[in-house]
Structures are given as structure tokens and as C-alpha cells.
Nanobody, 130 residues
Framework: QVQLEESGGSSVQAGGSLRLSCEAS????????MGWFRQAPGKEREGVAT????????RYAASVLGRFSISQGNAKNTLYLQMNSLKPEDTAMYYC???????????????????????WGQGTQVTVSS
């Protein structure tokens, strides 16, 4: 089991930017499906973005397309989520997820299925005020 730790969450004004980081306990630089999910109070966990590491294939939720960007860091165990033009509706706990058993094709679809990921971090809170 890979351990994941998120950081970078904060409170910001609408229109602002944040960068979330996810550090894994092992090398996830290639052949891993990595994702960012979020969950607001009273709502189900939803996919934000996924990336198949090494190949760089990404997928974004329609609600964040053009505003958020998922990327791998230069370190072999780091994942980022750059969030720009933040809106109050982006307020949520953000979670990093990892799964080694998914192919890159399945990784793209995994945005819609948090149950496909077997490894999760504890989350980092993002609060956007209007």
C-alpha cells in the first residue's frame, strides 16, 4: 500500500489560486493512475482530475476544465494540482488517490469512479470565499 499525504490547502478569495501537493511513500513516477478528488459537506466524493504517470494522459471534470491542472513533480513521488480562478463552489476537502493496477485507459475512466482507487490520503481543506 502506498501512503499519500496532501498539503497546500488554505482559505482564499474567489478568483485566487492554490497549488495542492501530494507526496507518496514510494516511486509513483510511472505506470500509476493518480487522481485528485474532492468532497464537500453533504455531497459525494467527486473526481477532479486524473493522470496516468509517465504517459501523462489526463482527464478533468467539466467543472474545473481550463482552471485546474494536474501534473507530476520532478521528484519521483510528487503530484500537484494547480487551481486557478477559484470559485466558492470549489470549496471542499481535496484528496489525492493512487492506484497501480489500472491501465491508462481505465485511468481516464477512473475520474468517475473513486472506488477504483485503493490508496488515499487524509485530505487537505480548500475554502473559497466570495
Amino acid at each position: 500500500q502506498v501512503q499519500l499525504e496532501e498539503s497546500g490547502g488554505s482559505s482564499v478569495q474567489a478568483g485566487g489560486s492554490l497549488r495542492l501537493s501530494c507526496e507518496a511513500s514510494e516511486d509513483t513516477y510511472s505506470n500509476y493512475c493518480m487522481g485528485w478528488f474532492r468532497q464537500a459537506p453533504g455531497k459525494e466524493r467527486e473526481g477532479v482530475a486524473t493522470i496516468y504517470t509517465g504517459l501523462g494522459r489526463t482527464r478533468y471534470a467539466a467543472s474545473v476544465l481550463g482552471r485546474f491542472s494536474i501534473s507530476q513533480g520532478n521528484a519521483k513521488n510528487t503530484l500537484y494540482l494547480q487551481m486557478n480562478s477559484l470559485k466558492p463552489e470549489d470549496t471542499a476537502m481535496y484528496y489525492c488517490a493512487a492506484e497501480r493496477t489500472l491501465s491508462w485507459v481505465s485511468c481516464i475512466d477512473a475520474l468517475l469512479g473513486p472506488g477504483r482507487f485503493g490508496n488515499w490520503g487524509q485530505g487537505t481543506q480548500v475554502t473559497v470565499s466570495s
